[in-house]
């Protein structure tokens, strides 16, 4: 069985890679992590590959581009953040392969939005300075 002094290990080298992310996106790089072992790649960042619980994991830069899969405009929200709606949630698939979910940009028109558009993900500073990402035009 797994020890408790394991499970703080593995769960320490989470905290650590969440942090690294978030350097990341501040220093305009959105990161990826490859398993060493199996070869998978994993958008967000994960600690250990799920595949084979291999934690020997490898930061790999993306290059943001991708097209867009799937996309829903939400006009409710949760109570707080009315003032942000509507807005709209995407899929899209990353030249790397992996799919990404993220908030796609307010610059782009509802009528601009066209499953298989070229779009790019990029790093954004949210006003309370906070960071995240969204999916803008390249």
Not at 13 to 23: G, L, Q
Not at 74 to 98: C, H, K, N, R
């Amino acid at each position: 069985s797994m020890s408790f002094s394991m499970f703080g290990k593995i769960s320490y080298i989470s905290e650590t890679k969440v942090s690294d992310f978030i350097k990341h996106l501040e220093n305009n790089k959105i990161m990826a992590t490859r398993c060493k072992r199996c070869g998978k790649l994993y958008f967000p960042p994960r600690a250990d590959c799920p595949h084979d619980l291999s934690s020997d994991m490898v930061w790999e830069e993306l290059s943001g581009k991708c097209k867009l899969i799937t996309y829903t405009t939400l006009y409710f929200a949760p109570s707080g953040f009315e003032d942000d709606i509507p807005y709209t949630i995407a899929v899209a698939q990353l030249e790397e392969g992996v799919t990404v979910y993220a908030r796609l940009s307010k610059e782009i028109k509802d009528d601009e939005i066209q499953v298989g558009m070229d779009l790019k993900l990029v790093p954004v500073h949210l006003p309370n300075g906070r960071i995240s990402y969204e999916l803008k035009k390249p």
